[in-house]
């Protein structure tokens, strides 16, 4: 069987066991560059796929060696990776041996992920209100009172939506691992929303549009936020408010399980990763050594 086949019934594997997109992308891209890698022996199709498949110890630290100088997050995703997809290999019969044990991978300095100051979100907030339209005001202030993912709000209509005067709920239908969940909507989020769907010409089915009148994407969404970044000075994604959401929570004294409740996370230990000191965090403590 021919390189790309196995590479389709894998992805159709993931997709199957609810992997997101942005997962399905990572994953291509990573084997994608260990095939690269493999092809520069100048190696044919046939014995292409048998060395992919059948990855020896010498081809990991080749491979290792081909990455350079990658940071040590960067080498270690993408072996994880690669070992996914091998022992799938094994499970389906496609690679006879066990996998090689597994090479001595660097090691690197765990932090917690990236999340915006509350000047930084200043900043932003001022961009919206001066340079943004409603639209995009909603949709940044959605993602960050709510921690929700940018594909999960890019899938959001009307009648997910239930809001009142003291109380409010957002419907996620298909969340990671097409898990369904409620999220608890705060008085500033009611409130934009309400403007928001007062503000339309004639309510369609899903909340955001964009401007060929077609449901907007995810690729909208980014492009919207990469616009805002220059505008506002601030590099600004959905991700890193979807982090700024679980940070915010967490020095609110929010317990742990609440806050993995209302990200939509698998277990406990992904939600934890914010306890663990961020960067910025780390740069505040040394300031206290200045004179």
């Not at 389709?8 to 399905?24: E, N, P, R, V």
């Not at 993408?78 to 019969?93: A, H, I, P, S, Y």
């Not at 590099?235 to 742990?256: M, Q």
């Amino acid at each position: 069987m021919k390189t790309n086949e196995i590479l389709d019934k894998f992805f159709h594997y993931l997709k199957i066991k609810g992997s997101s997109k942005h997962t399905l992308k990572a994953y291509k891209l990573d084997l994608q560059d260990y095939l690269k890698h493999l092809s520069e022996e100048h190696i044919n199709e046939k014995d292409l796929s048998n060395l992919f498949i059948n990855a020896t110890s010498v081809e990991f630290k080749t491979y290792k060696f081909y990455l350079g100088a990658s940071s040590p997050a960067t080498v270690k995703r993408k072996f994880m990776t690669l070992k996914r997809f091998l022992d799938w290999c094994v499970q389906e019969g496609y690679r006879k041996q066990k996998l090689p044990e597994a090479i001595k991978l660097p090691k690197f300095q765990t932090l917690s992920p990236r999340w915006l100051t509350r000047n930084e979100m200043n900043s932003i907030q001022r961009a919206l209100e001066t340079k943004r339209n409603l639209r995009d005001k909603t949709i940044v202030n959605l993602l960050y009172h709510t921690g929700i993912r940018v594909g999960e709000l890019v899938s959001l209509r009307w009648e997910d939506i239930d809001t009142g005067r003291y109380q409010g709920t957002l419907r996620i239908r298909k969340g990671k691992g097409e898990k369904e969940r409620l999220v608890p909507l705060n008085a500033t989020a009611r409130n934009l929303l309400q403007k928001y769907e007062e503000s339309l010409v004639k309510r369609e089915d899903y909340l955001f549009y964009g401007i060929r009148k077609n449901p907007l994407n995810e690729d909208g969404v980014l492009r919207m936020f990469y616009s805002l970044s220059k505008q506002a000075g601030v590099k600004v994604t959905p991700h890193a408010l979807r982090h700024t959401f679980c940070k915010n929570l967490l020095e609110s004294n929010v317990s742990i399980d609440k806050i993995a409740t209302l990200a939509g996370h698998s277990s406990l230990t992904v939600t934890q990763k914010y306890t663990t000191p961020s960067l910025q965090d780390l740069s505040k403590a040394v300031v206290h050594l200045e004179d």
